[in-house]
């Protein structure tokens, strides 16, 4: 008898700027021309509001990120509000780490850390896992394109690492669920609630989603936030 595997869900997200939950296009944030930030939404809710919904509904495994400084009081807020409930990153270093977890983190997540002067460093991931414990370590790979190739960026995208993403490069079904043998999260341009079903037939069921600014919480028109909680309620047990 087979057994059902795993389906992909819907992760929510909380991203920080200046201590308000916004969404932004990513490449126009910038610590050297900030005057050149494009948001797609600035919610009038808190960090704090977004958790407890988040919790209400029993959405796990969602990720706050700090983009910059002047947001730890808006993370605090939000794991405090759903304590081990969410993933925390943005500045995340094996100094302070520790820290975040006893605030109520489930996990980090670090990618600037492990790439000083952009250059991966092995000692530095070794580092952090041992000090938090690798299954509360995330490690976040999201890159951006040069010269045809998806190169992991850090420092609030605007840096390049020296390192490929190589998942990116995977072209069917088998060898992308081949590659991801840890929980993984995709963000970024999920814009209709068929992309979950999507995800879940390439990845195999390892791969879950993030919605940002396509969704209706977050000023969107595309997708409901009502109907990926249905979704998960359908196929997270599983």
Known sequence: MSSTRRHSVFRPCIDLHNGLVKQIVGGTLSDVTPSELKTN????????EFARLYKEHNLRGGHVIKLGPGNDAAAEEALTEWNNGLHIGGGITQDNCQQWIDAGAEKVIVTSYLFPSG????????????AVGKER???????RRRNDKWIIAMNKWQDMTDMENLLTYSPNTA?????????TTYAG??????????????SQGRVDLT??????IFGGSLVRFDDLVEYNRKYQSL
């Not at 991966?120 to 896992?129: K, V």
């Not at 370590?137 to 890159?143: F, N, Y």
């Not at 341009?189 to 390439?202: C, T």
């Open 41 to 48: 939404f600035v919610s009038s809710k808190t960090a704090g």
């Open 119 to 130: 250059q991966f460093s092995l000692e530095r991931l070794q580092g952090i896992s041992a």
């Open 137 to 143: 370590l995330v490690v976040d790979v999201s890159c």
């Open 175 to 183: 060898e992308l669920a081949e590659w991801v043998t840890i929980p």
């Open 189 to 202: 341009g999920a814009k209709d609630i068929s992309d979950l079903d999507l995800v879940d037939r390439l």
């Open 211 to 216: 919605f940002g600014s396509a969704l209706d």
